[in-house]
């Protein structure tokens, strides 16, 4: 549970700091994903090749969540 919590935390702040860096381009379909580290719920930081190294990881967003009803 709380691992599960910890990576929803570095995805949410993953996607948050790409939509505000405005300048990126886009990945196509097939293309890997560039290294990044973020704060965890804990402080401490998580790269998101130590969670690939462990298996697939699906980013899943709910930016309905994040906007008002």
């Known amino acids: ?5 910890l990576f929803r935390s570095v995805v949410a702040a993953a996607l ?3 939509a505000l860096a405005g ?3 886009a990945l196509e379909v097939g293309q890997k994903a560039p290294d990044f580290a973020l704060n965890g ?3 401490k930081p998580v790269k998101l ?7 697939p ?6 930016l309905a969540a994040f906007t008002p009803t």
């Open 16 to 18: 948050i700091s790409v």
């Open 41 to 43: 719920v804990d402080g």
């Open 57 to 62: 990881v699906v980013i899943y967003t709910f």
């Open 23 to 25: 300048g990126a381009s």
């Open 49 to 55: 090749s130590e969670l690939t190294a462990k298996g």
């Open 1 to 5: 549970m709380r691992s599960c919590l």
